[in-house]
């Protein structure tokens, strides 16, 4: 009876009758679903992690190693991102105080329709407030290596920055690193690998991220090519997670082929950015991508075409690259080898690098018309706002 629109429900309580009362009144309804019931509080953070509610209710009055309030205060600290419903009873009152992680108080004796209105208002509640402005994750994908993925990636996240967007960047081209060697950052810059596995805070991800031009935060890949292999599949799917409470874009650079990861991360995208030339394996593979794509059940609107050096036809004619897409190609950048090869020589994106050159307002326009609505809700300076 799983729905995606049910709210998962964490409930920590050591006294079995309440556990069982409260396991009681939630099955007489669907639209909440209780999770896991959780009587030891040490073990709440990885059962969270696990289980990844959309609310918490912890017994003030838990007993244990870790006391009720030690814990709604430590969810806190370690900023879980979960709404906490405090369960009390009249001779220890509660006030709410989500200045210290307590969102909401229920006190015994509370009957079912108390603890639904509860549950579904702070839920609600953090739903509103996690869309500020809509977080969207951004994969730039390419059916053939070389296209420019990585350049685009990068310069893309850059020139959103500079619109007032709150970006960063992951380098999800995992074995080869390209934004390491893009950004020529130094070898022991903090990778993907070195966030805890288990449940990662804010803080944990404040210390692994790059700090790359323009304000763009890059999380990097691991330095070495075998260690590709250490990364999970899981962990990246919990960082992003993350990522997209904290930054209004998240923008992810991919390797080459279609490997498990590279799906996952397609699957969690908002919009694929496929990246395309005219030239005639591009124009093979992206058909069998987009067959792919359709097997997997991808709406066609998931899919957006950039054509990269849309001037370099290399003899194929445009009509050939349309029909393979099945439709106009969204986007277009230039080629403009001695703006895009000397800056990126220098580790240094070509939009900031040379703000007036072609290629560097195709990737801006790219960039307003691909954010659209997100420009308009996002913060910070419009560094960019000028070029055009
Ligand atoms: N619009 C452009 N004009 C001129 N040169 C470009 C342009 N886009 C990319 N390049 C150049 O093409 C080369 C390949 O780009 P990039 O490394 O970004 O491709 P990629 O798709 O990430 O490659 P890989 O598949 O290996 O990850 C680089 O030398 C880059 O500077
Ligand atoms: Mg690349």
């Known amino acids: 009876m799983a729905s995606a629109d049910q709210i998962r429900l964490l409930l920590v309580e050591d006294v079995p009758q309440v556990a069982q009362y409260v396991r009681g009144l939630l099955n007489a309804q669907s639209q909440v679903r209780l999770v896991d019931i959780v009587a030891d509080g040490t073990l709440v953070p990885d059962r969270i992690g696990e289980h990844r509610p959309d609310v918490v209710v912890v017994d003030a009055l838990l007993q244990g190693r870790l006391r009720g309030m030690q814990l709604v205060k430590q969810l806190h600290d370690q900023k879980i991102g979960v709404p906490v419903i405090v369960l ?16 909401e108080v229920l006190s015994m004796p509370f009957n079912g329709y108390d603890l639904m209105t509860r549950i579904t208002g702070v839920h609600k509640a953090a739903a509103a407030s996690t869309e500020r402005g809509p977080s969207r994750l951004i994969v730039v994908f390419a059916p053939k290596g070389g296209v420019g993925k990585s350049t685009i990636a990068f310069n893309l996240g850059v020139a959103a920055s500079g619109l007032g967007v709150k970006t960063a960047l992951v380098d999800g081209s995992i074995q080869f690193g ?5 950004l020529r950052t130094p070898r022991d810059a903090p990778s993907m690998l070195d966030l805890p596995t288990d449940r990662i805070a804010e803080s944990d991800l404040a210390e692994v991220m790059w ?30 997670s993350l990522m997209r409470r904290l930054y209004d874009l998240v923008i992810v650079d991919t390797g080459v082929g279609l490997d498990e990861l590279t799906l996952s991360l397609l699957d969690q995208a908002d919009t694929i950015l496929e990246i395309v030339t005219y030239d005639a394996t591009t124009i093979r593979n992206t058909i069998a991508m987009a067959e792919t794509f359709q097997k997997i059940g991808y709406p066609p609107s998931k899919v957006q075409y950039l054509v990269n050096r849309s001037d370099a036809s290399a003899g194929i004619d445009p009509h050939e690259l349309r029909n393979a897409l099945g439709r ?39 960039a307003r018309r691909l954010l659209g609505s997100s420009i308009a809700g ?4 419009p560094a960019l706002a000028g070029a055009r």
Do not use: C, W
């Open 178 to 182: 390209d934004l390491r060697g893009l």
């Open 211 to 240: 700090h790359g031009p323009a304000d763009v935060d890059i999380l990097l890949a691991p330095p070495r090519i075998e260690m590709a292999e250490m990364v999970l599949i899981r962990d990246v799917e919990k960082t992003l």
């Open 328 to 366: 106009d190609p969204e986007y277009q950048i230039r080629s403009e080898g001695q703006v895009v090869g000397p800056a990126s020589n220098q580790g240094a994106p070509f939009v900031t690098a040379e703000p007036n050159a072609g290629v560097s307002r195709d990737l801006v326009e790219v």
């Open 378 to 381: 996002g913060r910070g300076k």
């Open 88 to 103: 009390t009873v009249p001779q220890n009152p509660i006030s709410i105080d989500p200045q210290k992680g307590i969102d």
